[in-house]
């Protein structure tokens, strides 16, 4: 049996968080898997995914209201503010330990800004299952595009794994040509002066798609994620107000990501919330030059986070006995 497995069966059962649909039995010797309550995402996947030793483990709840980018029925574990949507649930899980792997689906950020939001891994790509993906209904921006399935985890190698078992891509002996907003140690990249993050989504993405095809990775940093602000664009609608808030949850880039057609891989920095987004093409050879990139950047986990959340023995210490 995997050494955590009864521990994290016993978790999900719990249900601490409220982000869990259904628990699966699931196989105690694989690695856990969570999916997000949408029918979008294919069981033909999970079947690419059982041979590389991933198992289903449990069905996540997602925000409601057609993917809001904000979930108001769950709570940030971190921070106590409302969860980043719309794979809020599969987001909670895996930080939480109780899942490796989490895959939801992605518009506008769906999988990106969740998983930032609380300082894991992410991953999207539209060759995820790209026979299978569905057109979505307009945003609220107004603008229609298929949308891309993604992984989340809190270990690079898990979800190095999940992507090769997924498209097949390992990653390339080389970065190629970086773009970059800023200085990264130990990463040769142009440094260039990029578009507003907060511009509005139809530019942006424009804008990326015209940079993508001029290099094989572009990297910048995003966030914070739902900190300082309210990232959803049905609050944001009303007026100037409540546009500012909006804007100040650090929701830049990864709104766009999907709409550009990009490949996206999100890494967390030590600030809560933030994270190193690397974006390419969804071409075979780009992806493999982001993978080599994304392997270049060191890990960053927080003990003390780890030591409170990672130990789920923390859930089940008894209370006063008389």
Known sequence: MKDNYSLQHKTALLNPYGSIVKVLDGDPEKLLVGIKNVRSIPNTLMHRLEPAGFTLHTIDKKSQLAGRAVDTELINPISGRFMSGSSSGTAINVFAGINDLGIGNDGGG?????????????????????????????????????????????????????????????????????????????????????????APRAVLTAY????????????????????????????????????????????????????AGATALSLPQSGLGMAT?????????????????????????????ERYFLDLNNYFIEGYEI
């Not at 602000?229 to 766009?256: M, P, W």
């Not at 974006?279 to 993978?291: D, F, P």
């Open 110 to 198: 769906s999988v990106l800004a969740p998983a930032i939001s609380v300082n894991i891994l992410s991953f999207i790509s539209r060759l995820i299952e790209a026979d299978r993906l569905q057109q979505l209904k307009p945003n609220t921006d107004n603008i229609t595009s298929a949308n891309s399935i993604g992984f989340m985890a809190r270990d690079k190698k898990i979800l190095m794994k999940a992507i090769q078992a997924a498209i097949g891509i390992r990653p390339a002996s080389g970065a190629g040509r970086v773009l970059a907003d800023r200085e990264y140690p130990g990463i040769d990249a142009q440094v260039i002066a990029i578009e507003d993050p907060a």
């Open 208 to 259: 990326l798609q015209a940079l993508l095809k001029r290099c094989d990775v572009f990297m910048i940093t995003e966030g914070p994620i739902d900190l300082d602000g309210f990232g959803d664009s049905l609050f944001g609608h009303f007026d100037a107000r409540t546009q500012r808030i909006q804007q100040a949850a650090g929701k830049g880039y990864v709104r766009v990501c999907n709409l």
């Open 277 to 305: 987004l690397l974006m390419c093409e969804s071409q075979s050879e780009k992806i493999a030059r982001l993978l080599y990139l994304a392997e270049q950047i060191e890990e960053v986990h927080d003990e003390l986070i």
